[in-house]
Nanobody, 125 residues
Framework: AVQLVESGGGSVQAGGSLRLSCVLS????????MGWFRQAPGKEREGVAA???????SYADSVKGRFTISKDNAKNTLYLQMNSLKPEDTAMYYC???????????????????YGQGTQVTVSS
């Protein structure tokens, strides 16, 4: 079975930085579109950033220039470097892996896949 475990969330002031990590255990790491998604209270889950199996990336307009997605294939680990954080970035952040390709807007095309349990990011003004 595939398991995704996120870490690195926390509380920061506006303008600060955080780095999220997601370790994938199981088969097929290099075959997935992997991404970071977030859900704020009362809102739907949205794509933040995604990376394809060939390294291509996609970002939501709201995070372009501030967030960077990357992966270390040797460690089966996905990262999200978040800089210049804003209060509106406050949300539960989830790592996801899907049998698909990246799409515009920081997400993966709808397909079967997996989500982690999430890590909370809180940005205060």
């Amino acid at each position: 079975a595939v398991q995704l475990v996120e870490s690195g969330g926390g509380s920061v002031q506006a303008g600060g930085s955080l780095r999220l990590s997601c370790v994938l255990s199981g088969y097929g790491y290099n075959r997935y579109c992997m991404g970071w998604f977030r859900q704020a209270p009362g809102k739907e889950r949205e794509g933040v950033a995604a990376v394809d199996s060939d390294g291509s990336t996609s970002y939501a307009d709201s995070v372009k220039g501030r967030f960077t997605i990357s992966k270390d294939n040797a460690k089966n680990t996905l990262y999200l470097q978040m800089n210049s954080l804003k209060p509106e970035d406050t949300a539960m952040y989830y790592c996801g892996a899907f049998y698909s390709r990246i799409e515009y807007g920081g997400t993966c095309a709808p397909a079967s896949g997996y989500y982690g349990q999430g890590t909370q990011v809180t940005v205060s003004s």
